[in-house]
Each structure stands twice: as C-alpha cells, then as structure tokens.
C-alpha cells in the first residue's frame, strides 16, 4: 500500500531516482503545455491566454480525486501523505510577495526551470534571482522569524475547516474550476492578443 | 486565427485540459511515491544551503534557518529528493523543448519593452519569488498546488495570496505584457 517510501516498500536512493523520473514527467508538462514561455503564463493575469489557470486546476483536482478514490480502494494510507502545514501569517505575506514576483517576472519556480531548459535567457536570469532571494531571506531571517512562526494552525484540511467532507468539498471545487473555466474561453476571444 | 504561424505554434502546445491531467497524474504518482507532492523552491534551498555550507561554514552557523534545514537532511542537503526531482524536470522540459522544436537561445519579451527592461523585471520578480517561497514555505508548486490536491489550508490561502496579488498588480505591470 502507498504512499511506497513511507511504508518502506522501496528504498531511499530508488525514492530518489523515482523522484527524477517524476521531474522529467514534471518539466515535460509544463514544457509541453507552454509554462516555457513568460507571455504565456503571464497572460491570466490579463485574460489573453488563460492556460495557467486551466492546467493548475485540472491538475489539482485530477491529483486531489486521484487520492481520494486510491484511498477509498486502500492502496493508499492519506495518514501518511504529507499535508502542508497551515502558518496563517506566512502563508498570506508570502503569497502576496510570490505574486509580485510573479507579475514581475513572469515565471515562479518551477516553470522558470523549464523556461531556462529551452533557452529562455529571461528564465536563466529569474532563476539568479531566486537564488539571490532564498539567500536573502535566510540572511535576514532574524528579521522574519516571528512572522514565519506566526498563527500556526496545525495541518488542517479546508474541508475539515469548513465542516464538509472531503468529497463534498472535492465537488465544489470541481463546479467552481468549471465556472472558471467558462470564464476563462470566454476572456481568451475578449482580450485577444498578438503572438511574439 | 490571424495568421498561420499563429496557429502552427499554438498546435503544438499541448490541449491545456489534458495537460492539466497529465500534471495531475504526476501530481498522483509523486505523492504515491514518496508522499509528498511536487516542489521546485525546495530544491533551490538546497543549493543554497549546500553552497553556504560549502563556502563559508563559520557564516552557516550564525544562520539558523539554513542551518536547521541541513540538520534535516542526513547527509549532505543536494540529497533530496527534490533536488532530483528538479534535475528531471530540467531533461523533461529540454526533452519537450526539443522534440517541439522550441529550443532557442532568447531573451522574450513584448515588442513594446526593450530585452534590457525585460531581465531586469525578471531579475526583480525572481529575487521576490524566491523570498516568498521561504517565508510561505514553498512556491506554486510545492504550496499551492500540492497543497490543494491535499486539500491542505495553507496551500489554497497561498495560492489565493499568489494569484489575487498578482490580479491586483497586473495594471501597474502591463507596459512589460500587453
């Protein structure tokens, strides 16, 4: 039964090389959906291409229903799946930092990467200042300590949150994707843009 | 549908729903796997960490945020499995590039901004991401997406505070875009 390292089912370096093995899916992906591209991902946020937020929700909830049902059918123990743990504080200014960065640069992480693995010379830069800003903040962290620590809220689910089950809570999320969705073909013929 | 090259080069991007699929599917198999989800920021710390450690070992004591993360990881910090997840993604995202015929030494940018305002957006807007990743404990990846398809509090209040943010600024920024 998964989740496989966990249970120790497989060994830490088959984890590992399992992990790269993942990454090429990862990179293909995104590569392959047209997160490469800065005028691409940019583009939700002024309704031109709305491809981020197509791919980031389906995804979502293909993930989200996938270990849903692998848990339902006892293949998979979610006790011992990793949630993120919920810091309100942090997890709100870090956030509207990431989003800044994001209508700056054009890229988040993972998607500077694949930009960057196809020549994007904006991607490589973005990249030198991800790694100037990690540095940056683990220099300062005396400076954010109380606030990366604060409103520690343990590792709740929304839904619990919310007092629904999960798969209700997977349901709405589904209907409210879909609505955006509509939203979302229909900005792409409003706010057209010319390709470069 | 103005031109063809307009339509060649869309086609060949994949459908974004079924792209959305196939990243859930990877999504699924990360967290069956190794049980936890995607990440890139992660594996990014772990640079950072190693290369302090590496550099200069007297200044990674008087940080205590690196120096607890490579406490974490028995052994060296590159020995993550995000950071071999990252490597995939570099030869996936080639591999993709280069079966599509992507690959191309270029500085992309909208014709109305110059290559030079172009980096040093980017140079900013990395600089900020990467900040924001640590004080929010992961990026778009490892907190917001891999968050939700836990259905994880934090990752949908990061990726609300990601997307709304970025909604509420899109205005000041959009010389460098539209």
């Known amino acids: 039964m998964g989740p496989l390292a966990p249970n120790e089912i497989i060994s830490e370096n088959t984890n590992f090389l399992i992990a790269f093995f993942i990454g090429i899916g990862f990179g293909w992906v995104l590569e392959s959906s047209g997160f490469s591209s800065s005028r691409k991902l940019a583009g939700i946020f002024y309704g031109y291409d709305t491809v981020v937020l197509k791919v980031f929700f389906t995804a979502a909830i293909t993930a989200m229903l996938g270990l849903l049902f692998m848990s339902l059918f006892g293949w998979i123990d979610l006790d011992l799946v990793y949630v993120n743990p919920t810091f309100l504080s942090s997890a709100i200014v870090g956030g509207v930092v990431m989003g800044a960065g994001f209508i700056m640069g054009g890229f988040c992480p993972g998607t500077s990467f694949c930009g960057a693995a196809i020549g994007k010379i904006d991607a490589m830069v973005f990249i030198a200042g991800l790694f100037i800003g990690v540095y940056g903040f683990a220099f300062t962290y005396g400076w954010w300590e109380k606030l990366y620590l604060a409103k520690y809220l343990g590792e709740p689910k929304v839904s619990e949150k919310l007092g629904m089950s999960d798969g209700l809570f997977g349901l709405l999320l589904i209907m409210a994707a879909i609505g955006m969705f509509i939203v979302a073909e229909w900005a792409e013929k409003k706010f057209a843009r010319e390709e470069y | ?178």
């Open chain 2, 1 to 178: 549908m103005n031109s063809n090259s307009t339509t060649g080069r869309s086609r060949k991007y994949l459908n974004p729903y079924l792209g959305g699929v196939l990243l859930g599917l990877v999504l699924l198999a990360a967290n069956y796997v190794s049980g936890r989800g995607l990440g890139a920021s992660g594996a990014i710390k772990s640079v950072v960490a190693t290369t302090i450690e590496t550099v200069d070992k007297d200044s990674f004591s008087t940080m205590p945020f690196m120096a607890e993360y490579a406490e974490s990881h028995s052994g060296s910090p590159m020995k993550s499995w995000l950071v071999f997840q990252m490597l995939g993604v570099i030869v996936g995202g080639f591999l993709s590039g280069a079966f599509a015929g992507r690959l191309k030494l270029k500085v992309e940018h909208s014709p109305k901004i110059t290559s030079r305002r172009r980096l040093i957006f980017a140079l900013a807007g990395g600089v900020l991401f990467g900040f924001g990743s640590q004080l929010g404990r992961g990026c778009t990846s490892g907190s917001a997406l891999s968050g939700m398809a836990v259905l994880s509090l934090g990752g949908f209040i990061t990726m609300m505070a990601i997307f709304g943010t970025a909604f509420a600024l899109a205005y000041f920024f959009r010389r460098n875009w539209i």
